[in-house]
């Protein structure tokens, strides 16, 4: 009960710290009324406390003239507290008030003394919601108070209240787990910023127009991806016969944290991976995938997310490449005691291990894998080479934290059919096996190389930039299909991406890598050199580039000019 008093009494003072936001606001006003004709699709809802109803007047200004946008709520609002007051009763008057977009801005009062009641709070407002037909419900976190980006006098006028919000944001993301039809606008990601807030949370008119873009572009997003649990097939231009196509998946605004499955539609997922994302993450990723007869392959994905695929090159049936049924080669997650691999431990795979479950034949020269780092204990990189091969300088994949960090591989076992893996930080590793290549294929990967690090002169480059490798001067075949390149980015200045391809065909529509801070983001590139022996990377923005040759593929592999066979925001 003492507790609950001095929430309550902290409830009256953050009350009053938000007056002055709505000074002279009646409640439950709605804004941006138009015709009760606009379409469900086009209208959305906010309910909201003080804060939300900063953005009251910049909201409906975020979106085109056409859509209907109300914002309802009052100051000092419980989440159940806007349910019992301002959803239900809107719900009960006229149901048709409502779309198929509803935001929920709030929680900045919570029951810190019963984190299970805002559980409640919040599965009740969601259930309600979702059986009156919202489809989408979106939940703006909350602004985790720091020093540095408001006035000394606001950080000491915060001081009981912010500590808790943090929290709020985590029963918020563990919220997505169990509503399909959630998501997060992620105002405490933006909001690190100062200039928004005319004291520690309470939206200025910047900080009201960026609240309101972070909705705009939540919703938009909705519109476009596909649903949690879905199966997209995706048609390859010129597959029609190829055993499988080299390709780059990119996932935007992906709902929650998730990864994607690539298979031949004619099947089931398989239990492997070669995508893995954060929420709101942009990331790319390789990977090789069988086609069907028709030149389809299916991707399946955990949670909602935008998809954009592009093609690289084909495998022609034949030609020296075979796309097995994806299997798990490793776990270190599923062996006797969960031991994660310790720094620079040497782990050596038995093509033999893996062979009769993924129908693997003798004639092995090279395998295509997926190499995977999750829950590592800091900052690090995996090196995939042949047993008895070393490559002092090159990486696969780089890791930042514990998120899985997955990249395409090809390697080429040694006379014994083995691989081995290096972990320069403890990590658990997970390798999935994809596909084999035989004599006939051209594959060369022994000796993988650096060609270019641009930390060597000191400087990034430029944004816009374009830098010319040299593939045949790398040592790679004039008479090769392919050249088999790893990129990675560091310590970028802006978000971004990068873009590999021939140079003279000229930099397609499509990228490689996507670029969000400073960490390392590496991924595999597999494509055909122009007839100069050249490949070319433009970087949109200014970043540390570092291009490691790690060998070349011949007759198994037909580079094409890099091509967007889906884009899923263009739908």
Not at 240 to 269: I, Q, S
Not at 456 to 477: E, K, P, Q, Y
Not at 528 to 535: R, S, V, Y
């Amino acid at each position: 009960m003492t507790r609950r008093r001095g929430l309550a009494a902290g409830l009256v003072a953050l009350t009053a710290f938000a007056a002055a936001a709505t000074a002279g606001r009646a409640d439950a006003t709605p804004v941006g009324d138009v015709p009760q004709s606009v379409p469900r699709g086009k209208r959305v809802v906010m309910f909201t406390d003080s804060v939300g109803l900063g953005a009251e007047f910049a909201l409906p200004r975020a979106f085109p003239a056409d859509w209907q946008v109300r914002v309802d709520g009052r100051p000092a609002e419980m989440v159940g507290e806007l349910e019992q007051n301002f959803v239900l009763p809107r719900l009960a008057s006229d149901p048709d008030w409502f779309g198929d977009h509803v935001v929920i801005a709030a929680a900045y009062n919570a029951p810190y003394w019963d984190w299970p009641r805002l559980d409640r709070e919040i599965d009740s407002i969601v259930n309600t919601l979702t059986a009156a037909g919202v489809e989408h419900v979106y939940w703006v976190t909350l602004r985790e108070v720091k020093p540095q980006y408001i006035s000394a006098g606001a950080w000491r006028q915060i001081q009981p209240y912010y500590w808790y919000f943090p929290t709020v944001n985590d029963h918020l993301e563990a919220a997505l787990e169990r509503h399909p039809n959630l998501s997060l606008v992620d105002f405490a990601a933006a909001a690190d910023r100062p200039g928004i807030t005319y004291d520690a949370i309470h939206l200025n008119n910047d900080g009201a127009a960026l609240y309101s873009a972070l909705i705009r572009q939540r919703v938009d997003a909705a519109a476009t991806t596909v649903a949690d649990g879905s199966t997209t097939r995706v048609h390859v231009d010129g597959g029609e016969g190829a055993a499988a196509a080299a390709v780059n998946v990119t996932t935007t605004g992906p709902r929650t944290d998730g990864f994607l499955t690539l298979h031949r539609c004619d099947r089931p997922p398989p239990l492997v991976s070669m995508h893995n994302h954060r929420r709101d993450e942009t990331v790319a990723h390789a990977g090789v995938v069988a086609l069907d007869a028709n030149g389809d392959f299916c991707v399946t994905t955990r949670v909602a997310t935008n998809l954009v695929v592009d093609v690289t090159g084909l495998f022609p049936e034949g030609g020296g490449f075979a796309a097995v049924e994806p299997t798990r080669w490793l776990d270190t997650r599923e062996l006797p005691g969960r031991l994660p691999v310790t720094p620079f431990e040497v782990v050596e795979l038995d093509l033999d291990d893996v062979r009769a479950r993924a129908g693997v034949g003798d004639d092995v020269t090279a395998v295509a894998i997926v190499a995977t780092a999750v829950e590592a204990a800091a900052p690090g990189w995996l090196r995939v080479v042949t047993c008895g091969h070393t490559a002092a300088e090159t990486s696969n994949v780089n890791y930042f934290d514990a998120s899985a960090i997955p990249n395409l591989v090809v390697v080429a076992p040694d006379r014994g059919g083995s691989i081995c893996i290096t972990s320069s930080a403890t990590t658990q590793l997970v390798v999935d096996l994809f596909g084999t290549f035989d004599a006939d294929a051209g594959v060369a990967g022994d000796d993988a190389q650096r060609v270019f690090d641009s930390r060597d002169t000191g400087a990034r480059v430029a944004a816009g930039s374009v830098t010319v490798i040299d593939v045949v001067a790398a040592g790679i075949d004039p008479a090769a299909s392919g050249a088999l390149m790893n990129l990675t980015a560091v310590d970028a200045l802006a978000p971004g991406f990068a873009t590999a391809y021939p140079c003279a065909a000229g930099r397609p529509g499509s990228s490689n890598l996507n670029i969000s801070g400073a960490a390392a983001v590496a991924n595999a590139v597999m494509i055909a050199p122009d007839e100069a022996g050249e490949i070319c990377v433009y970087a949109l923005s200014p970043m540390h580039l570092i291009v490691d040759v790690m060998g070349e593929v011949g007759p198994a592999f037909e580079g094409v000019v890099p091509a967007r066979a889906l884009d899923t925001r263009e739908r």
